[in-house]
């Protein structure tokens, strides 16, 4: 088991960070972009000794974990009928690309 590394995690931006980096480990390992909430807060545990919903706590009281997750726009969330479960997979980077040129109004004849 990794030492517990909670401190690390001193910011909102940090704990997404991990968020993130698990879900890449996760998806890499099992091909599942999928990560239900249970198995990131078991790894979670595993890295920093915490789990994210705690950590969540710690860093922003007056957000739940999810919210964090959906007002981040980098993580996509898939509901359960438990209100306490959910899965979450990293949303899809866009890549921005030139904007498409109007073309002129052709004049009426």
């Known amino acids: 088991m990794a030492p517990h590394r909670s401190y690390a995690l001193a910011s909102v931006q940090a704990l997404l960070t991990a968020v993130k980096d698990i879900l890449l480990a996760e998806s890499s390992a099992t091909g599942n972009r999928w990560l239900s909430l249970s198995r990131l807060?078991?790894?979670?545990?595993?890295?920093?000794?915490?789990s994210a919903v705690d950590m969540a706590e710690r860093?922003?009281?007056n957000s739940s974990f999810q919210d964090l997750l959906v007002t981040s726009g980098q993580f996509s969330i898939y509901k359960t009928p438990d209100p306490d479960q959910f899965y979450v997979a990293l949303l899809?980077?866009?890549?921005?690309?030139k904007p498409i040129l109007k073309r002129k109004n052709r004049p009426k004849s």
């Open 59 to 61: 860093q922003s009281p």
């Open 92 to 97: 899809p980077k866009i890549r921005k690309t």
């Open 41 to 50: 807060n078991s790894r979670f545990i595993e890295q920093y000794g915490l």
